[in-house]
């Protein structure tokens, strides 16, 4: 019974320590997408319903939902993570947040100038990989710092590809609604999945969390590689056609 206390004292905490994180990450993330979204809107007046989910566009929903729930999951709990193997976690948010701005400021407009197919495809898997690390490589400080950011390039870069994405992809007149449902989409994951990640952490420890969080990521590069499939499966039959 006290080692639940003890444990739920310590989850408060480190809630209180991300807060001000999110709340610096959020701005980054402002920042960035006013500049990928490229097209200025209003909300309609009329309520919306939500043809946009079954859409192409619904598919960067999820994923986005998907990563904001790993990011909300690996940094709400982090010093519990240091901690547990001995870690300074400060090195985690340096490592994390050096990368994500950097790579937003100085590499984002390189790569959504790529196929963004491709390119989530990188994206997606230096975010798979950097979890690995936290699970595999337990020891070594640099490591810990090199894992973050990693995971710093991959998340924040792989935001930067599917908000655009989402607006290039949503149904005609539905473009406002669709970003909403992006957005919406992120929060949820980022201050739902803590919720489920403390109940994990309590019940079964800080390993159990991680491999949740290691399958989410597999999740994300498996939504990439079937938008890459469906692609080529309709180029083939195009060209089936055009032979026709």
Do not use: C
């Amino acid at each position: 019974m006290m080692h639940l206390d003890e444990a739920a004292l310590r989850l408060s905490g480190n809630a209180r320590l991300t807060t001000a994180v999110l709340a610096a990450l959020g701005a980054t993330l402002a920042i960035t997408q006013s500049a990928v979204a490229q097209t200025a809107f209003t909300l309609p007046a009329p309520p919306f319903d939500l043809p946009m989910l079954p859409s192409p566009s619904g598919n960067w929903t999820v994923m986005v939902g998907i990563g904001g729930a790993m990011f909300g999951g690996l940094s709400s709990f982090q010093t519990s993570y240091a901690k547990a193997h001995g870690f300074d976690y400060s090195l985690f948010f340096i490592g994390f947040m050096s990368a994500a701005i950097l790579s937003r400021l100085f590499v984002a407009g390189y790569v959504v100038k790529k196929d963004p197919l491709y390119s989530l495809l990188i994206l997606t898997s230096l975010t798979l990989v950097s979890i690995l690390l936290f699970l595999m490589l337990t020891s070594s400080q640099l490591a810990y710092l090199g894992g973050a950011a990693m995971l710093g390039l991959g998340y924040g870069l792989t935001y930067s590809v599917i908000n655009g994405l989402a607006a290039n992809e949503a149904p005609a007149g539905l473009m406002p609604q669709s970003l909403l449902l992006f957005s919406l989409a992120y929060i949820i994951g980022v201050f739902g999945f803590p919720l489920i990640a403390g109940n994990l952490i309590v019940s079964s420890g800080v390993q159990t969390m991680l491999y949740v969080v290691l399958l989410l990521a597999v999740l994300n590069f498996a939504l990439v590689l079937f938008r890459i499939a469906l692609r080529a499966t309709g180029a083939n039959e195009a060209s089936v056609l055009r032979r026709k």
